[in-house]
């Protein structure tokens, strides 16, 4: 499992002026498969990714968000093996 944190490198009003373009980069992901669940982080200082896809197709998709490309916010990629999972939740076991 990838998890992407994201960190907003701006203030709120510029992270808002590139929200919508983010969303619908977001949505792409999330049909390509390259995300399985996207939220920010409470307080509202960036966002989390969750991913089980191949990371370098993951971090050349991030190099296209528009948060990425206009220097919203700071991505870090981890990388984690899942070892136990709660019921409905198995698909994100190694």
């Known amino acids: 499992m990838l998890?992407?944190?994201l960190t907003y490198t701006v203030p709120l009003d510029v992270v808002e002026a590139h929200l919508g373009a983010?969303?619908?980069?977001l949505?792409?992901?999330v049909?390509?498969?390259l995300v399985v669940a996207a939220g920010r982080k409470n307080p509202r200082t960036g966002g989390i990714?969750?991913?089980l896809a191949d990371r370098d197709a993951l971090e050349a998709a991030i190099a296209e968000d528009p948060f990425s490309v206009h220097g919203v916010a700071e991505f870090e990629v981890i990388e984690a093996d899942m070892t136990a999972a709660a019921?409905?939740?198995e698909a994100l076991l190694a």
Not at 22 to 25: G, K, Q, T, V
């Open 27 to 29: 949505r792409d992901a």
């Open 3 to 5: 998890i992407v944190s």
């Open 87 to 89: 019921a409905g939740f």
């Open 31 to 33: 049909d390509r498969a």
């Open 49 to 51: 990714l969750l991913s």
């Open 22 to 25: 983010h969303r619908a980069w």
